[in-house]
Nanobody
Framework: QVQLVESGGGLVQAGGSLRLSCAAS????????MGWFRQAPGKEREFVAT????????YYADSVKGRFTISRDNPKNTVYLQMNSLKVEDTAVYYC?????????????????WGQGTQVTVSS
């Protein structure tokens, strides 16, 4: 069982920045691929970013490319999402997820464990 706990959400003005963190339990974190997803009110959950177990592969949704950066610190069992130049349309609950076989994927159903989410609200 893997537990994921997100933090770092909040209210920020458009153009501002936030850094989300996701702390994972367990001894095998360094072998997991990790992903960030988000869900806005009334919308389906959507992929944001993913990172391989080593950090050597990273992939982003077009909507966040160039503004968001996913990274990880394996000794700390933590994955991050640095969000810059935030837009009102980035407002959503952000979730981190783990793929325990190490597959960095954009498909939510391929992730095994999910956090509870953290709210990000961007005001105009």
């Amino acid at each position: 069982q893997v537990q994921l706990v997100e933090s770092g959400g909040g209210l920020v003005q458009a153009g501002g920045s936030l850094r989300l963190s996701c702390a994972a339990s367990g001894r095998s974190f360094s072998s997991y691929a990790m992903g960030w997803f988000r869900q806005a009110p009334g919308k389906e959950r959507e992929f944001v970013a993913t990172i391989s177990w080593s950090g050597g592969f990273r992939y982003y949704a077009d909507s966040v490319k160039g503004r968001f950066t996913i990274s990880r610190d394996n000794p700390k069992n933590t994955v991050y999402l640095q969000m810059n130049s935030l837009k009102v349309e980035d407002t959503a609950v952000y979730y981190c997820a783990s793929n325990i076989v190490g597959k960095a994927t954009t498909r939510g159903y391929e992730y095994d464990y999910w956090g509870q989410g953290t709210q990000v609200t961007v005001s105009s």
